[in-house]
C-alpha cells in the first residue's frame, strides 16, 4: 500500500492573501483536512524546547513557530515522519526524553512514527540511533537518510552493520539499480510533486513518499493497482 506524507503540512495553492506557511499548525490541519493521514515534519531541540522549522529558528521566533505537541492534536489517525534536525550526542538524550513524554502524552502508537535524524555522518548516526532505542525500545521505525550518491557505499555498511529498514532519500537517487544493492530496505521518497515520477517509484517498489501535492484516493489506488 502505498503511503503520501504531506510534507511539512500541506500549503496548497495559496495566495498571498491566504498564505499558510510549512510546519505551521495552519499546514497540518491543511493536510488533514484535505486528506493526508500521515505528516511529515522538520524538529529542531532549541532552549529546552521542540520547534518545527525548516531553518534553524531563531529565538525571536519561538513563541511564533509550532511546536512537536502542536503536531500530535489528530493523535492515531495520522502516519508521522519526524526529521530531526540538530540532534547530537550533546542534546540527543534531553530532546528525546522530552519526544517520548509528549508521544506518551498524546498516547500516539510507537508503530505509526518513522524517526530520522537528519545526519549523514554515519558514525554520529550509530550512536544517535542507539540512544533513540534505549529510550524508544529497539522495535522502532529508524530512518536513515540518503542526499547525495557518494554516501552509498558508506550507507552500506551502516545499514547492514546496524540492521536499518528504512531509508529517506532524495528521490532522484532512487532507481531500480539502488534498491537491488539495499535488499530488505524500505525507502522514504522526498520530494515527490510529480505524479508519473510517483507512479514509476512505486512500480520499483517505493511505497512511501513525502508530497507537496494532495494527491486523490483514486489515483493512489489506481497507481498501486498497476504495480
Known amino acids: 500500500m502505498l503511503k503520501i506524507f504531506a510534507h511539512r503540512g500541506f500549503v496548497g495553492n495559496c495566495d498571498q492573501q491566504n498564505y499558510i506557511k510549512q510546519n505551521s499548525l495552519a499546514s497540518l490541519k491543511n493536510a488533514y483536512d484535505s486528506g493526508f493521514r500521515a505528516i511529515e515534519f522538520d524538529i529542531w531541540f532549541c532552549n529546552s524546547q521542540l520547534i518545527l522549522a525548516h531553518d534553524q529558528p531563531q529565538l525571536d521566533d519561538y513563541k511564533n513557530l509550532a511546536h512537536f505537541s502542536d503536531f500530535l492534536i489528530y493523535g492515531n489517525e495520522l502516519d508521522y515522519w519526524l526529521d530531526f534536525k540538530n540532534l547530537d550526542e550533546s542534546n540527543a538524550n534531553k530532546a528525546l526524553e522530552l519526544v517520548k513524554l509528549q508521544i506518551d502524552s498524546a498516547k500516539i502508537n510507537l508503530e505509526q512514527i518513522?524517526?530520522?535524524?537528519?545526519?549523514?555522518?554515519?558514525?554520529?548516526?550509530?550512536?544517535?540511533?542507539?540512544?533513540?532505542?534505549?529510550?524508544?525500545g529497539s522495535g522502532i521505525s529508524m530512518v536513515a537518510i540518503l542526499d547525495d550518491q557518494k554516501q552509498i557505499p558508506q550507507l552500506l555498511d551502516f545499514i547492514k552493520e546496524n540492521n536499518i529498514k528504512f531509508i529517506s532519500a532524495y528521490h532522484n537517487l532512487i532507481n531500480y539499480d539502488l534498491l537491488q544493492k539495499f535488499k530488505g530496505v524500505e525507502f522514504l521518497a522526498w520530494t515527490v510533486n510529480e505524479t508519473p515520477i510517483l507512479e514509476n517509484l512505486a512500480k520499483i517498489g517505493v511505497k512511501y513518499f513525502a508530497s507537496d501535492n494532495c494527491l486523490d484516493k483514486i489515483t493512489i489506488d489506481k497507481i498501486a493497482i498497476t504495480i
Open 114 to 136: 518513522f524517526f530520522a535524524p537528519y545526519c549523514t555522518d554515519y558514525n554520529l548516526s550509530k550512536k544517535l540511533f542507539d540512544k533513540f532505542k534505549n529510550i524508544f
